[in-house]
């Protein structure tokens, strides 16, 4: 009876062909994962650079949105009669910023720097091997590519950062700085200052050599920011009647609380892309997920900084202060932006909370020595934006002495231009406004507009040509 089976020394041909056409296809099908992983691995580079430039478009364009968040805070910190003044310097800083980033301070920051500064030249474009792509040249693909991202991506992504620690400087000096000697200081802070600041750090200067760690900026953006605000308040001094005699301080509370809570979260949402983004590449695995720590880290140091504050601020304000909350939330931002690149998320928590408690603690410092910063800006960037460097000692592998010595260096050398440059304006230009600007308020006196018209009465046309034509003001 056949059974089906073959004794072993006996070949069926069938099996053979099939045997044969199997290898075949084997073979067959390894040339075409050979050939496809080929194609693949230059596809999957030119991916990288697609996704790397998206990526510093996309958290670029977030962290513009930030401006929004501060126009939004400051404009409802203030009394209603200065938010339209607010409101117009906000977007003329972010310009001015722009304009300066691109036309010297890009080049000081990142193009030929030694150890102290970059190439002093002028304006900044793409790449000539872009050029000649966007020309039509196809052969220029390959070297674009090996950039790994497209030039102008990267000048976008940083410009938006100097706009950042300008906007830091509008607040602290809200409702008696005059407009012009801001937006004059302003264009200093972003072609000069911060630059110098950002080449001695990101661009590879002596700092970064020494090994000096800042992510994404809690020295080089907002300490930075936190020093020249602080040499403006001190050299244009505080609001009228805001310090009495008797030592008491005036409460000048915001004109739109929902305004300020919305600033906030704005401000809270653009820090992911200022901290995720600040990766700087999104070309694989290891990208994506320090990225996602990276989020994750910044979002739980500002929820620890809000709560922290929250217990804080009845003991050092006699109440539950929502100012102080907000600033908490800001505080712990700037903290944990020096090193969200942390693997430990429960550190994020930590520092978090300590900048919270920090500059709920720093604004009633600044009362007490009669300095008057209207949005608290110095305490939570500069006095937070100190915490969160050292925080990188114990977190992130940080160095203290050279963490420390870049905080010191930045300090000296930004507060020193910046107070030089406040006193330079204020004898060449003058920085403050009349008392009678300052009385009825910029809008009326200096735009002749009010932010809420149907809710504040404009003074009398002719009276305000009157205190105008007096005062000086244009």
Known sequence: MDTGRH??????????????????????????????????????????????????????????????????????????????????????????????????????????VGSWVGSITFLYAPSSDELALLSGDETAKAAVIEQNYATMADWFFQMVFVATAASVVSGALAERVKLWSFLVFTTVLTALVYPIVGAWTWGGGWLNQMGFQDFAGSTIVHSTGG?????????????????????????????????????????????????????????GVTDAVAMSNVLANTNLAAAAGVVAALFVARPLFGRIDLLTILNGAIGGLVSITA?????????????????????????????????????????????????GTLAVCIAAGGKFGVQLL?????????????????????????????????????????????????????????????????????
């Open 7 to 112: 004794e072993p020394d006996t070949y069926d041909h069938r099996s053979i062909v099939r045997f044969t056409l199997t290898a075949k296809t084997f073979l067959a099908v390894c040339g075409l994962l050979l050939l496809a992983t080929t194609a693949y691995a230059a596809i999957d580079e030119e991916s990288q650079f697609v996704l790397n430039t998206l990526s510093f478009l996309l958290w670029g364009a977030l962290v513009m949105w930030m401006c929004a968040g501060f126009a939004m805070l400051e404009s409802g910190s203030v009394r209603t009669k200065n938010a339209s003044a607010i409101c117009l310097k906000n977007i003329g800083l972010y310009s001015v910023a722009g304009l300066a980033y691109y036309l010297v301070g890009y080049n000081l920051m990142y193009t030929e």
């Open 227 to 283: 020093w020249a605000a602080l040499a403006g308040i001190m050299v244009v001094g505080p609001r009228a009647g805001k310090f009495r005699s008797n030592g008491s301080v005036k409460i000048t509370p915001p004109s739109n609380v929902p305004l300020v809570t919305l600033g906030v979260l704005i401000l809270w949402f653009g820090w992911l892309g200022f901290n995720g983004g600040s990766q700087l590449a999104l070309g």
């Open 339 to 387: 090193g969200p690149d942390i693997v430990t998320p429960y550190w994020a928590v930590i520092i978090g909370a300590l900048g919270g408690v920090l500059c709920a603690s720093g604004t009633k410092l600044l009362e007490i020595v009669k300095l008057d910063d209207v949005v608290g800006a110095v305490p939570a960037h500069l006095f937070a934006g100190i915490w």
């Open 406 to 474: 870049g905080i010191l260096a930045v300090g000296v050398f930004v507060f020193g231009i910046s107070w030089l440059t406040w006193m330079a304006l204020k004898l060449g230009m003058g920085i403050r406004v009349s008392p009678a600007v300052e009385e009825i308020g910029q809008d009326a006196m200096e735009l002749g507009i009010e932010a809420y018209p149907e809710f504040v009465l404009m003074p009398d046309a002719d009276h305000v040509e009157e205190l105008r034509n007096s005062s000086g003001a244009s």
